[in-house]
């Protein structure tokens, strides 16, 4: 069965470096998203991409945030100047035809700003 | 702005009892509603999801979940759980009228499925 995949698993960073989370999303999708959940907190939206551009942000999408879809298959977040409160488990999504269809997740990256 | 409850952070049970999870969002205007479950350390896996029709819905292994418009609510059933069966529960629901798909999730429900 298809799957989502991240990379790394688990990112350790000190403040103010950049980091870029990977993804591939299902290769045949066309919805992709992030979301991020801090330790003992809910599942937050971050973005939304379609079509080669941002169809939609949340507030916590600043300019400090990137996303990008490089050649086809992956699907990155870049963190330019990391902050400590930006530790979080951060989440790749991807979805088929239309915004209502299943959205499969990936594993997962933990990102850890020191 | 869409939101979403889960009323319970942490559900106790004992193996091969019934359970529901509770989860109440706060518009009823053209809403998709999904549970979500994670095991450790892993991603999320879709359990069951709403988009219209019949209120009640059913999902893998075993699970169902009834949409009541009135209530605001989508509490998600299993009539016998098993310890496999612990794990993180999220409900979520997405903006159906939208330009995308985006998800707003609950806090969560620990399902601990005790022998």
């Known amino acids: 069965e298809p799957e989502v995949t991240q990379t790394p698993s688990h990112q350790v960073t000190q403040m103010g470096q950049e980091v870029i989370l990977r993804c591939v999303p299902i290769s045949n999708h066309l919805y992709f998203y992030w979301y991020r959940q801090i330790l003992g907190q809910k599942v937050e939206f971050l973005v939304s991409?379609?079509?080669?551009?941002?169809?939609?942000k949340s507030e916590i999408f600043d300019d400090q945030f990137s996303v990008e879809r490089p050649d086809g298959s992956n699907f990155t977040l870049k963190i330019r100047s990391t902050k400590l409160e930006d530790s979080a488990m951060y989440f790749c999504?991807?979805?088929?035809?239309?915004?209502?269809?299943?959205?499969?997740f990936g594993p997962g990256t933990r990102l850890t700003v020191l | 702005a869409q939101s979403v409850t889960q009323l319970d952070s942490q559900v106790p049970v004992f193996e091969e009892a019934p359970v529901e999870l509770r989860c109440n969002y706060s518009?009823?205007?053209?809403?998709?509603l999904f549970w979500y479950v994670q095991y450790p350390n892993q991603g999320l896996q879709l359990l069951l999801k709403?988009?219209?029709?019949?209120?009640l819905v059913k999902g893998i292994n075993g699970f169902e979940a009834e949409f009541n418009k009135s209530q605001t609510s989508f509490h998600l059933r299993k009539p016998s759980v098993h310890i496999s069966d612990t794990a993180e529960y999220f409900c979520?629901?997405?903006?159906?009228?939208?330009?995308?798909?985006?998800?707003?999730f609950g806090q969560g429900t620990t399902l601990q499925v005790k022998p």
């Open positions: 979520a629901v997405t903006d159906g009228s939208g330009n995308t798909g985006k998800l707003i």
């Open positions: 518009s009823s205007v053209s809403v998709y």
């Open positions: 999504a991807s979805s088929g035809f239309h915004r209502s269809d299943t959205q499969y």
């Open positions: 991409f379609y079509n080669n551009e941002i169809s939609e």
């Open positions: 709403y988009l219209s029709g019949s209120t």
